[in-house]
């Protein structure tokens, strides 16, 4: 279900509207929140994802626990109802959450919510739209901007693309993950996430030398 929709939504990112700010302090995390909770999904989901990562809640490697695992059970038993609950318990954790979105929306859509749909729709766009304007991937210098590692799955997911291998590589004081990737049409490439946000927040839990340290990778 998830791969058949964001490839359908990659075809129209590019339509997707660059939210321009006036120049004042960045909004928090829980501010923009209450925008989008309100209906509003105008707004810049650049400054959105970079609040999270400043946020006392900021985990860029929680896998979802026992509600991912509710999450996947759901999409394999085809159970959208409860694959809207599983959703909407994942984002009260992380509201830019691109997959869980992405299931959201394509359920809703079963469940002739229209409503509901489009919301969580015009937001998956948002936030893919925001990472794919933070760069091209190309390489380590022009490498897209993500604030967790899961972005990196959903953004490649919606290009059509299969992950073949990862590694991380340097680039003078930045971690970039490199993504050996095949395209729908049998072609290979290699994609760069910078992981930055990831790595710091990684070494304030776990300084160097302290016991229990792991990369999550």
């Known amino acids: 279900m998830f791969a058949r929709f964001v490839v359908a939504l990659w075809g129209i990112l590019a339509a997707a509207p660059l939210v321009a700010l006036a120049d004042e302090a960045a909004p928090s995390y829980e501010a923009l929140l209450s925008q989008l909770k309100s ?14 990562a400043a946020s006392r809640g900021y985990d860029p490697y929680f896998r979802g626990g ?5 999450l996947t059970e759901s999409l394999k038993d085809g159970d959208c109802a409860r694959t809207m609950n599983a959703t909407n318990r994942l984002l009260e954790s992380n509201f830019t959450n691109i997959a869980a979105h992405v299931y959201a929306a394509s359920c809703a859509q079963r469940l002739n919510d229209r409503s509901s749909a489009q919301y969580h729709r015009k937001v998956a766009q948002g936030l893919l739209a925001s990472i794919g304007r933070s760069g091209n991937g190309l390489s380590p210098q022009s490498a897209y901007m993500v604030v967790s590692v899961d ?20 680039f003078g004081q930045h971690e970039c993950d490199a993504m050996d990737v095949v395209d729908g049409g049998g072609a290979k490439k290699t994609i760069y996430f910078n992981v930055d946000r990831p790595w710091a927040w990684l070494s304030q839990k776990f300084p160097p030398g302290k016991k229990g340290a792991t990369t999550g990778q």
């Open 39 to 52: 209906g509003f999904t105008d707004i810049d989901y650049g400054q959105l994802r970079d609040a999270y």
């Open 66 to 70: 026992d509600d991912e695992k509710a």
């Open 151 to 170: 972005e990196e799955y959903a953004f490649l997911s919606a290009g059509g693309y299969r992950i073949t291998d990862q590694s991380l590589v340097q």
